[in-house]
């Protein structure tokens, strides 16, 4: 079975331009996460899409935002990029949102920005 | 100061040595701990989850949960090179968005 495949692997846009991510998740899983990684603050949360619909956000600015389609791909935006933006973006997908259980978060490879 | 501490290291240790690896965290509200495991150029990924506090095996592998004291452990027996890697725990009290340490790197020397 497939895994996660997020696109591109590896990009390097210049400040002030805008990036779009794609991400493919397992078969049948219908809740896609993004991350930032960066050395300095780790892995945050950036927002989770779960039917079409974000479920929750996490604490970036507004020009990160997100997208679900209906065969449950999902793709991320950064606008006006800053060089902070440089970070490896991560995807990650799960069969469900919310549940009684902790749920399993089956991660890509990511998308490495370098923003110059 | 960060929801979830963890020493970044790098902790190397000889290949067969038993390897402790932790994390603090201050929100009481957290119930679900997660250990990731991430190689370089690859996304992480999951080894072990526990609910609450207690103990959980799997292998090698040992995941500790002691909720009083906000303290989260994974132990490694029997360590190998192939272990190396960045070790990331991760909580939260339900659903997807995760709480991530900064992650610990392990390096097991033949």
């Known amino acids: 079975k497939a895994g996660v495949t997020q696109t591109p692997r590896y990009l390097i846009k210049t400040r002030g331009q805008q990036v779009t991510l794609s991400c493919s998740p397992i078969s049948g899983h219908r809740s896609v996460s993004w991350y930032q990684q960066t050395p300095g603050q780790g892995l945050q949360f950036l927002f989770e899409?779960?039917?079409?619909?974000?479920?929750n956000k996490g604490n970036f600015p507004g020009r990160f935002s997100g997208r679900q389609f209906s065969n449950s791909r999902s793709e991320m935006n950064v606008s006006t990029l800053e060089l902070g933006d440089s970070a490896l973006y991560l995807c990650?997908?799960?069969?469900?949102?919310?549940?009684?259980?902790?749920?399993?978060?089956?991660f890509g490879a990511g998308s490495r920005l370098t923003v110059l | 100061q960060k929801e979830v501490e963890q020493d970044p290291g790098p902790l190397s240790v000889p290949e067969g040595a038993i390897v402790s690896l932790n994390c603090t965290y201050s929100n009481s509200a957290f119930q679900y701990f997660m250990w990731y495991r991430q190689y370089s150029r690859k996304g992480p990924e999951l080894l072990m989850y526990?609910?609450?506090?207690g103990n959980k095996e799997d292998g090698r592998f040992t995941a500790q949960v002691d909720k009083s004291s906000k303290y989260i452990s994974l132990f490694i027996r029997d360590s190998q090179p192939s272990d190396s890697a960045t070790y990331l725990c991760?909580?939260?009290?339900?659903?997807?968005?995760?709480?991530f340490g900064g992650g610990t790197r392990l390096m097991v020397k033949p």
């Open positions: 991760a909580m939260n009290n339900a659903g997807n968005m995760l709480t």
């Open positions: 990650a997908s799960s069969l469900v949102s919310q549940g009684s259980g902790a749920n399993v978060l089956t």
């Open positions: 526990t609910y609450s506090s």
């Open positions: 899409y779960f039917s079409e619909t974000q479920r």
